[in-house]
């Protein structure tokens, strides 16, 4: 695996950078349609010409950090590996997978409770303002950003959002917009680190409308080639060969979400 090519001297205002992005668009926030202060729960942005209603949630806290997290971890994993009859000499790496597929969904669970806590309220914030605006026809997106969750590795994102949707009542969120904008990836088949944007929806009956998706992704690779000085290229690939692997410097991630969609939508850095 490759090693981080570029690293950010300090971390961009995501929230503040992508109300920009979404104003270019032609995009507005709720809060700024709106006679004073909402009575009640908004959502971050309504895009009119495509009958959208959108919340941002950005994933700021790295769990992977977590003491509370990492003991129950190593308590989950403790178990399985003394169920497994592993015998091990010397120093060997040994993944959860290896153990049991259990396991590893014992241990997603951990990092699921946040995300599904982020979640749950931007579904609440997406019905609200549909009620509130008259607006209950509107597909309701949300835009999930991990900018600092190490923990949110291929297979967990993949994972706690499956999961979630199919445990969880979020009927008002019909489509995910997974993307990491101050944290990069590497693939083993490309020999470039990436910034990650996939596409995601539950109905294949309604989904949000690509022309939506395709001008947000061209104002969010324009900001932020101005924004670190540095070309974006776009490459697609099959989502069934994205897996990202954790690096381990300040401005990186693991990450992997897989939907219906038949690809993923990839920015990455080149090598300069």
């Not at 897989?258 to 300069?272: E, G, H, I, M, Q």
Request: glycine share 4%; aromatic share 8%; proline share 3%.
């Amino acid at each position: 695996m490759r090693a981080l090519c570029f690293a950010m001297k300090q971390q961009i205002n995501t929230e503040q950078e992508f109300d920009r992005c979404v104003k270019e668009i032609g995009g507005n926030k709720v809060s700024d349609s709106l006679s004073g202060s909402p009575n009640f729960d908004n959502a971050d942005y309504i895009f009119e010409k495509y009958n959208v209603i959108a919340e941002l949630k950005c994933l700021t806290e790295d769990k992977s950090e977590d003491d509370v997290i990492k003991i129950k971890t190593d308590d989950i994993f403790s178990r399985y590996f003394k169920e497994s009859g592993f015998v091990v000499f010397g120093t060997t790496w040994i993944s959860s997978d290896q153990l049991s597929p259990n396991c590893t969904k014992e241990i997603s669970e951990l990092y699921r409770k946040p995300i599904k806590g982020a979640m749950k309220k931007a579904n609440k914030q997406i019905r609200e303002t549909k009620e509130n605006l008259n607006k209950e026809s509107a597909h309701g997106l949300l835009i999930l950003v991990n900018d600092k969750n190490k923990a949110v590795d291929p297979s967990r994102i993949n994972w706690i959002l499956a999961e979630t949707f199919k445990r969880d009542s979020l009927s008002s969120i019909n489509s995910v917009l997974f993307i990491t904008l101050n944290m990069l990836a590497t693939h083993p088949a490309i020999n470039n680190d990436m910034l990650v944007w996939v596409e995601g929806y539950r109905d294949p009956n309604f989904i949000c409308p690509q022309g939506l998706f395709d001008e947000l992704r061209v104002s969010v690779n324009k900001h932020w080639e101005n924004l670190i000085g540095q070309e974006i290229r776009l490459i697609k690939l099959k989502i069934t060969i994205l897996s990202m692997k954790l690096s381990t410097k300040k401005h990186n991630n693991k990450v992997r979400r897989k939907t219906k969609s038949a690809a993923s939508l990839c920015f990455y850095f080149p090598v300069t």
